[in-house]
């Protein structure tokens, strides 16, 4: 477990999901979104084993503040041979919000990610939210995939995921039956 500082609500940890976290993580996401799409996502990805990390972050008391997912994204082309993962979903509980709850979390889970050898994770969302962590949509723009656009950003942790580009990436199956 992460233990992270003091932030705005009294304390936060950061860890992996248990199997008895779920059915409070599933709330979560369709409160989150407004939609069962993204709860419905995330327990299809876990099914396929597609998913990189998972983490999700609690209150003092337990109570569940938010959660994120990282699962793998297959390259081809140039940058074939790069570790690539994508952030999705990430949220936050609505009353918890604009709190750091989100950028802790995220920002603990891309350390993670770094640190199990990932070359390059991509999002797709608010660039001025996701840009506070180093996502870029200029460097995105030599990823080529279904959510290539404005929105859509890169992140590189290697010198190879900043050059070993262009590449052309799919995501897990789960992402073709949620569009
Ligand atoms: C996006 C989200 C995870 C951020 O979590 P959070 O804990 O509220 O965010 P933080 O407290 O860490 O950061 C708050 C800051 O982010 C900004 N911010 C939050 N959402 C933003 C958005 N969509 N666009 C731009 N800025 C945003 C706030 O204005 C605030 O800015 P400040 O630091 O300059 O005051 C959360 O708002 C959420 O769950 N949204 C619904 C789900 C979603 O859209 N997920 C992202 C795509 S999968």
């Not at 337990?62 to 041979?81: C, D, I, P, Q, Y």
């Not at 660039?127 to 656009?149: I, W």
């Amino acid at each position: 477990m992460v233990e992270v500082q003091q932030f705005g609500v009294d304390q936060v940890d950061l860890r992996g999901p248990e199997k008895k976290d779920e059915p409070a993580i599933l709330s979560l996401l369709v409160r989150a979104f407004g939609q069962s799409n993204e709860g419905r996502l995330v327990e299809r990805l876990r099914g396929c084993r597609a998913l990189v990390l998972e983490r999700i972050a609690t209150d003092n008391d337990g109570n569940l503040l938010g959660h994120l997912a990282f699962s793998r994204v297959t390259g081809t082309g140039e940058g074939h041979r790069l570790k690539i993962s994508c952030l999705a979903p990430v949220c936050v509980e609505p009353a918890a919000k604009n709190k750091g709850v989100g950028t802790k979390l995220i920002q603990a889970a891309l350390d993670e990610l770094q640190g199990l050898g990932e070359d390059l994770v991509l999002v797709l969302g608010a660039p001025d939210y996701f840009n506070r962590f180093g996502f870029d949509s200029e460097l995105a723009k030599k990823v080529q995939g279904p959510y290539a656009g404005p929105i859509f950003m890169a992140l590189p942790f290697t010198q190879a995921g900043r050059e070993e580009l262009p590449v052309e990436v799919t995501y897990a199956t789960p992402f073709q039956e949620f569009e």
